[in-house]
């Protein structure tokens, strides 16, 4: 038997709605692998916020430094600038934990239309690798003059080679895992200083793994790219704000940002790292048990392959997925069934 | 009679191919509404500089600075490295001439099938307004250790009160005159000292103009809303990086980046305003006689509305997109035609 200690950050909203379906799934297919987890529940959010002035105690951190992993639901609400609330937990987190890597599988699914007439279920199948801890998120900069005239701001973007180069090579050695092509996402013909230094490392990556083919987009031209013919893609790296950009619309492209999983990795497993589904905590729905737990359940699956059991996070998103095929789908989807119902279906088909 | 003095820069490949079309319909159409052009032509181009070392000569803007406005093919050529061609040619000009608004216009025309299921002809109808001088394309900036393992590279972006509230002022009277909606483009949950400040002064614009309605989108949210419901942008604002992205991926969306027009504008007209076709170079087309001129067509309407002559620019509007109605396009469209049959139909279309 084989033992993980989960944290658990439900957050705010249909985050706290959304995780409880991803524990009882990972129960369920953990029991039929001799896995077993051990799941804590922490209340970080902007309800806590709220009330005691800080998104986690100061010590959060290292309250989930010895924890396996960390699955999260949601974090932002109303009221609460979204530069608290993710400054004060999401990001800390991605990185205290260096979780240099965000992971974000695109499929489109059966059950899941595409917005585009070309592509049905299995036409679209790639993975954005988005740089997670640096970039063009950085906390340099500032404001000068300050309500006058000649106010102004200035925001500095900081890359390093150590940076690109290990988010580079995650790329390239999960390419010769899957299609063996990688994309990489870059703006140098604009963006003078550090993208032509992105396009340098990738390259010095690339020449590093010869049986991987090597693409070079501008960032423009990729995102017309990603609309007119995802079919072409397999990999794609990119930085900080470009991979974040990336993901959401090839998530659109396959049909939702509602189902879209995501794995914010410390490759090493020197650290924990964090599953979150890319959606938000939903205020206009939060409550009523309509949520759509496929996001989280899909975030389980990709923690399940980072703690190296591909075979049960196949099957749990096998359940998942077929769940959705069998025309069991929550109201965002056009489906009928609640929370609860979707999730029961996934439960029966992963068995006792 | 009006008349107009025209800069012509054709630039490389395709480009040297698409203006003599954009000319000859300036020409029709100005000789029905009493507008006369002057075109002088330079040959400023990646092949200048790679017999004579420069893009442009010493005194290029000065040559230029005293026309009505610039006609530009296309820049851009193998062998020459894009921040060389740009930086040589295309951003000088845009700097130099406080061309401070890029206007991209996007529609889904008859004849230009979009990819998105749901987007017929007239389904999507929205204009890009993007920042075009600050930002994020930024020459403060460098690198550190080059070559050894702590290199590093800083950008800085820089964006000031004046500049936002200018591009902002541009597209809440945009706005005005069109579906009176302005969607800004905003990060500031990641970009933490640059964008809140963007925030700020466009809520500031926004206040001024209370009969627009006003909604702000982070750029990935965004991006992914362009793929799920085009239909809901009227006039989109953001700064010069997500603005390039956005126009790019909205041109996709209408079916093609190849059809799509660019007005870089100072909209107080102290200087030239430039116009030019979205698409690039094409070398793999180029000297075929293949290449579709409906962009840089597209770009001449532009520039007539900015020389205030909205009616001939909807003219020569209907005229280029009547001929594709009719089913007269070229090869990138689906269609049979070459350049010079496809301007034949526009310019039959526009009468003697
Ligand atoms: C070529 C490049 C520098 C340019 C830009 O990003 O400004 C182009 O993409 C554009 O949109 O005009
Ligand atoms: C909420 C925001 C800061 C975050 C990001 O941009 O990193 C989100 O968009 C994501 O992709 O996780």
């Not at 025309?327 to 609860?340: I, K």
């Amino acid at each position: 038997m084989t033992r993980y200690r989960i944290a658990l950050v439900p957050g705010d909203g249909i985050g706290t709605e959304v995780l409880p379906p991803a524990e009882a799934a990972l129960e369920a297919v953990g029991r039929r692998h001799g896995i077993e987890f051990a799941f804590d529940a922490f209340d970080w959010s902007c309800q806590r916020y709220l009330a005691e002035g800080a998104m986690m105690p100061a010590d959060g951190l290292d309250r989930i430094r010895g924890h396996d992993a960390v699955l999260l639901g949601a974090v932002g609400w109303p009221g609460v600038p979204d530069h608290v609330s993710l400054w004060g937990l999401l990001i800390p987190i991605r990185r205290e934990f260096q979780q240099y890597v965000n992971l974000r599988p695109v499929r489109v699914l059966e059950g899941v239309p595409s917005p585009l007439r070309g592509a049905g279920a299995g036409d679209v199948d790639l993975v954005v690798v988005r740089e997670n801890v640096e970039g063009e998120y950085s906390e340099i900069g500032g404001r000068m003059g300050r309500g006058t005239a000649e106010e102004l701001a200035v925001q500095e973007s900081v890359f390093t080679r150590r940076g690109i180069t290990r988010v580079a090579e995650y790329a390239y050695a999960l390419a010769e895992d899957r299609g063996r092509h990688v994309t990489s996402a870059t703006k140098s013909n604009g963006i003078v200083h550090t993208m032509p230094f992105w396009d340098e490392v990738v390259a010095e990556v690339a020449a590093r793994h010869p049986g991987v083919r090597s693409d070079k987009e501008h960032i423009d031209a990729l995102a017309a790219k990603l609309v007119l013919a995802p079919g072409r893609f397999d990999v794609i790296v990119g930085s900080n704000l470009f991979g974040d950009i990336l993901s959401d619309l090839a998530a659109a492209v396959a049909g939702s940002i509602g189902v879209a999983p995501a794995g914010n990795l410390n490759p090493e497993r020197e650290f924990p790292s964090m599953f979150e589904p890319v959606h938000g905590s939903a205020p206009d729905i939060a409550g009523q048990g309509r949520a759509n737990p496929l996001g989280a359940i899909w975030s389980a699956v990709l923690m399940l392959d980072h703690l190296g059991h591909p075979e049960a996070g196949a099957e749990l998103l096998a359940a998942a997925t077929g769940a959705l095929a069998d025309g069991v789908s929550t109201a965002d989807l056009g489906g009928t069934a609640d929370t609860a119902g979707y999730t029961r279906a996934v439960l029966d088909r992963i068995g006792p």
